[in-house]
């Protein structure tokens, strides 16, 4: 879907999933971005440099003002939507950066209003609403769990040791 495409990754924090998409996905270029100069520097002492792969500090209200109009193939924002201040400005420098038949594509944890929220700014802006996957049911299946908080011994999320290997039996001598 990438393939030999421009990509804008907004809010990309520590830009594993930028470094990834970025060598698998092979778009013609990625720049990956987020408001936080700490987060930058992490991913740029991080991620072996590629060619495709830009890091850049920008706020995801500001991403119509800083890049071009119509620069873009895909914008792409994973869980981090419900953090901008600003969705909607945010929806709408997406729908300035991207190119005629673009796709901006989101994954976050919605409340049911901030959603609608989005999609109303989409809307709004000229995007059309090509697929929303709605996966809580998939995710209350599998259930959450309480996350341990404070300091952990080294080793205290381990599972158990795994079972030793099953033994074969020794193969029968075949006579001749
Ligand atoms: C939960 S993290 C998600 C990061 C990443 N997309 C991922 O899936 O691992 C939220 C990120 O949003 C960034 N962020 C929050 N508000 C932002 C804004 N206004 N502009 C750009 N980045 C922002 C934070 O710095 C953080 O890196």
Known sequence: MMRGKDVLEVACARGGGARYLAEVAGPRSYVATDYLESNLEICRRTHSPLENLEFRLVDASEIGDIFPAASFDFVLCVQAVTHFQD??????GAS?????????LMCDTFQRDKL??????????????????DISRAVHAVGLCRMPSGRLAPGALRGPPPPPPARRPPAPVQSL
């Open 87 to 92: 969705a909607r400005k945010f929806v709408f």
């Open 96 to 104: 300035q950066v991207l190119r005629p038949g673009g796709g901006l």
């Open 116 to 133: 609608q929220a989005v999609l109303d700014a989409a809307e709004e802006f000229g995007l059309v609403a090509d697929a929303t996957v």
